[in-house]
């Protein structure tokens, strides 16, 4: 996967508004309908459009290795729409189940029997060029329990490394409802530890493309969930006075 990392550099959409329309539906003759149904295009009453266009494309495949859907990610730095826009939920592809980087990397999560948790396809890939290949990537910020069912098969312990914002904080006390009963381990990314060597590395993608030895150990050096919550309310409150210990 880490050498197969650049190649995506390569899959792009079209910059226009029926590049796939033209070639799926104009060449390949395969309905409008079963476009819209599969995501590829927006629209009705003749009026039809490319959902991606002009954007980094990702595969999305589920557990099996089939595609499912695709997420694609915006290359023009001056374009106003969403950063990342995703498959909408069809008949296949259901954001819920999904873990992208999942089938590619198994056997490394297999063997390591555990899973690094993290929000994006970049982090994913940036993980494993850092020689940390036991890694997937969650649509969102949220862990769900077709996740949990999905990792309990070839993992012990899940490793978080969500975004420290309010979101991710809120995904990890989520995480942690959702793993109750389900036999996994749960910890946290030590992102606090590479926050002391350089604050302006925010998530794994930064981490492992500046400092791969950081986010190696930032993986090693796992923390519980716990303690990670107990330091997040510490950074909020003066623990030196009695308010802000109750």
């Not at 975004?163 to 959702?178: F, L």
């Not at 590395?201 to 986010?215: C, G, H, S, T």
């Not at 923390?223 to 107990?230: D, G, H, K, N």
Request: glycine residues 6%; contains cysteine; aromatic residues 8%.
């Amino acid at each position: 996967y880490s050498s197969a990392a650049s190649d995506v550099y390569k899959r792009q959409s079209l910059d226009s508004w029926d590049g796939l329309i033209s070639y799926l539906h104009g060449k390949k003759k395969y309905s409008l309908q079963i476009l819209v149904e599969a995501g590829l295009a927006i629209g009705k009453d003749d009026h039809y459009y490319d959902r991606f266009r002009g954007r980094l494309m990702f595969p999305l495949r589920n557990h099996r290795g089939q595609v499912v859907g695709f997420s694609g990610r915006v290359l023009n730095p001056t374009e106003k729409d969403a950063k990342y826009i995703n498959s909408p939920e069809t008949s296949l592809y259901h954001k819920s189940e999904m873990l992208f980087g999942f089938s590619e990397l198994y056997q490394q999560i297999r063997e390591k029997k555990e899973i690094v948790i993290c929000e994006g396809e970049f982090d994913v890939i940036s993980s494993a060029q850092a020689h940390v290949n036991h890694v997937a990537a969650v649509k969102g910020s949220v862990l769900t329990s077709e996740h949990v069912k999905l990792i309990g098969r070839v993992a012990t312990r899940v490793v978080l490394a969500l975004d420290r914002d309010k979101a991710g904080i809120e995904a990890t006390k989520r995480a942690i409802k959702i793993a109750e009963g389900s036999g996994l381990e749960l910890r946290v990314a030590n992102l606090e530890a590479v926050n002391k060597v350089n604050a302006n590395l925010k998530d794994p993608d930064d981490i492992a493309r500046n400092e791969p030895q950081l986010w190696r150990e930032a993986v090693k050096g796992s923390i519980s969930v716990y303690e990670f919550l107990l330091t997040v309310a510490a950074s909020h409150f003066d623990l030196a006075t009695p308010e802000g210990k109750r």
